[in-house]
């Protein structure tokens, strides 16, 4: 899948840019020859050596951003009757199941009739109401920094829909996890404090389960610090620091 979405983003580029110019030199070659000669042309761009585990350059990582993105899993309507989603696109399924079975169990007094999302506006019983955190600006680019030790630490955060982030972590200026995590909805009800070794601050949870499991908790509101954790599966990464925004 990584090569499929990378040969198409080399042919795209190569169509509208280094293709072209050079049409504007073979003007007086056939439609054969010239066919022949982009053909050439893609196949040396896709017969490359295969991106590594995690990305050999930004465009293989951002190849893959909507494949991530979009993977399929259902949301589970038997949960609840009563669940109302304006637009499901702008949430990631598994929060949705994970937020709804929080709010009917720490509900079960009361009772729940209906959940309504409404953008980041979660409206329970349609008195109540939870705010999910939006303070990440969408579609932009924010970049933390970290040093101890000799060692310097970058990570890239874009949020990509109202429940996801998307991430690369830089270790010496070295790819070394890139990925997209979601929004822990057990910290909309229960809350979370982190940065314990520093000087503890709240924060929102985001978790990506795909490979070693990547945990960012986002400092709330001005989104300053963040504090990240990967599980150290192959032995490679030790504790990051936490990291500030540049």
Known sequence: MLQTQRCYAIII???????????????????????????????????GGKP??????????RAVIDSMSKKHVAINRNLLNGLFIKDSMEYSPEFINSLVDNIMQTNKEKGVNYIGFFGERVIINKNDTILIPTDLPLDLNITYIASKNGTDYLLTLKRIRITDVYYELRINNKLQRFGIATLNSSTLIFGNETGMDDQPFFADEYLDK?????????????????????????NKLKKIPILRKK
């Open 13 to 47: 580029i190569t169509t509208n840019g280094s293709i072209a110019t050079v049409c504007s030199h073979l003007k007086n070659l056939t439609m054969k020859y010239l066919l022949i000669f982009i053909v050439g042309v893609v196949f040396t761009s896709c017969s």
């Open 52 to 61: 590594s585990k995690y990305g050999s350059e930004a465009d293989s990582i």
């Open 210 to 234: 795909t490979d070693c499991k990547v945990n960012l908790r986002i400092e709330c509101d001005t989104f300053t610090k963040v504090d990240m954790s990967v599980a150290d599966c192959d």
